[in-house]
Structure formats: structure tokens, C-alpha cells
């Protein structure tokens, strides 16, 4: 970054500012719980990748530094998929204990 | 050797050229807050998983409220800007400006710090603990907990090594010299402001 002219810092935080405020605005969106929270995931990255890219520098950096700094990202979208299955188990298992539980006592 | 190799050019790869030109430093703090975000990411991931398979996960939104977090939000954004003014300056050769406005990142975090721990307190004087609380799944306390928890140290940490800055940039003559020492500082600072940007929405907004 040393040899690059610096970006326009203002700038990025009046976007950061504005999607901010925009975040907030989306909880009170009537569009339910799916186009609600993707548009904040949305807004999250959008934020998150004005930070990583112009406060950061990776705008300006070589191409692999972005590669290992979004490989983390990956990651952790995938471990989502690798733990719902799992986290539904666990909880069809609790429903089904629940379901038991009643028949059981009906029976004294 | 490496004159061999321009000789027989054609018949070999180009040396390879390093990713961070300025210093070993900066590559090193890439690497450590890659491994970093892969342990906020697991968390978060872990987080989202436990809350997808919930009956009874309570609304963060309404047991928690976004206002103060909205203001915390805002502070981080704004140190953000005070740390790359830092920068900017140093690159001028203003010391001073630099270290004015490391200090400004400085206070930005302990203010967050602050406001964290007023938030934690009130909260638990409302009911949520770690290991339960009166609006639903246990795990909501725990989470909330943990994961802000982590966030936190992160801040704090980050206000030591600003201060640690400060003292270098006052130590060395020449403003340039501490250049490299304040951007690689900066790379922490601005990725404890990006986590926090997903942690408010996935823990607040959501």
C-alpha cells in the first residue's frame, strides 16, 4: 500500500454511515423473515467489503491476499451446511422425547 | 542462482515476487487474522446452526434492542476513519496529527469497551445469563455471551497495540520510519470493526 495514493477515507465511511442506517431501517421491512434477512446479509458483506477493500487496502493488494482473506468466509458458509443437519437431529430428537414424555405419564 | 535462472529464463517459472512488498509484518498479520476470522466465523456459523434448529430462540431484536449497539456500531465505523486518517498523515510526515488521531482510535474503542460492559450489566439485571434466561433457549445467553465476549477482548487488545503505536510513532524521528508499524496496526483495528458489522447483524439485527 506504501506506493498507493490513499482513497477517499470520507467517502467510504458516509456509505458506511448510510448502509448503517439503511440496516436499520430493514428490521422494520414488512417482507418477512427470508427477504428481510437476506437483505441484511446483504448489507453485512456490502460493509464488510468497503472495510476489507479501502480501509484495509486489499483493493490495492495482490490478488492472493484477497484469496486468503475471503478463504475464512468460505469457511464458515460452509460450516453452516455441515452443522443444520446435525442441529436438526437434535432437535427432531427433543420433539420426539417431548411427544413421548406425555403418553407415558397418560398411561398411570 | 538467481542469475542462472535469468540466464535460462525461458526454461523456468518467474521467481515468485512477495505478497506484502513493505514487510514480512503485514503478510504475518494477513495470516493471523485469516486464522482469527476462522474462529469468528465458527462461531457465527455455529451460532446461525444453533438458532436455525431452535423452537423457542427468543427475538434478539426485542429482548436485546439495537439502539446503544446502533451507537456502537457507529463509534467503531468512525474510529475506523480516525485510525486511516492516522495513516494518511504519517504519510505526510505529520507526526503529530498521526499520533492525535491514534489516539481518537484509541478512546473510540475504549468507549466501546464501555458501553459493551454498561449493555452486559443492564442485560444481566434483566435475566440473561450464560446459562439460561426468562425468554427462551438457553443457548441464546450462552451465545450472546461468548460471542460478544470474544469481540470485546478483540477491542480491548486493539486499544493496547493503538497504544503501543502511539509510543512508537513518538519514539521514532522520522514519521516514515513508524509507516509500516501503524498500517500493520491499522489491518487489526479495521478487522475488529469488520467483525463487528457481522456480529450486529447477525446477533442484533436478525
Known sequence: MAGHKHPNYMAIFWYLAILTVIEIAVVFLPFGKIVNGTLLCGLAIGKAALVAMYFMHLRFEARTLGMIAVTPLAIATLLVFVLLPDGFAVAKKTDDSKKVAPAATSKH | ?206
Open chain 2, 1 to 206: 542462482m538467481s542469475q542462472a535462472l535469468t540466464v535460462h529464463g525461458a526454461a523456468v517459472e518467474p521467481a515468485e515476487s512477495p505478497l506484502t512488498p513493505e514487510s514480512w509484518g503485514k503478510l504475518g498479520m494477513w495470516m493471523f487474522l485469516a486464522g482469527d476470522a476462522v474462529g469468528f466465523g465458527t462461531l457465527l456459523a455455529g451460532y446461525g446452526a444453533m438458532r436455525a434448529t431452535s423452537a423457542d430462540w427468543p427475538n434478539p431484536f426485542e429482548v436485546l434492542g439495537i439502539n446503544l449497539t446502533a451507537a456502537m456500531t457507529f463509534l467503531l465505523i468512525c474510529s475506523s476513519v480516525t485510525m486511516v486518517k492516522a495513516l494518511e498523515w504519517l504519510s505526510r510526515g505529520d507526526r503529530s496529527r498521526a499520533r492525535m488521531f491514534l489516539a481518537f482510535t484509541a478512546l473510540g474503542g475504549a468507549i466501546f469497551v464501555g458501553l459493551q460492559a454498561y449493555e452486559w450489566t443492564h442485560l444481566i439485571h434483566r435475566g440473561l445469563h450464560i446459562n439460561g434466561n426468562p425468554w427462551g433457549a438457553t443457548l441464546f445467553g450462552t451465545s450472546f455471551f461468548i460471542i460478544t465476549g470474544f469481540h470485546g477482548l478483540h477491542v480491548s487488545a486493539g486499544v493496547l497495540y493503538l497504544l503501543w503505536a502511539i509510543s512508537v510513532v513518538a519514539r521514532r524521528p522520522d514519521p516514515r520510519a513508524s509507516y509500516n508499524f501503524v498500517e500493520i496496526t491499522g489491518l487489526y483495528w479495521h478487522f475488529v470493526d469488520l467483525v463487528w458489522i457481522m456480529v450486529f447483524t447477525f446477533m442484533y439485527l436478525l
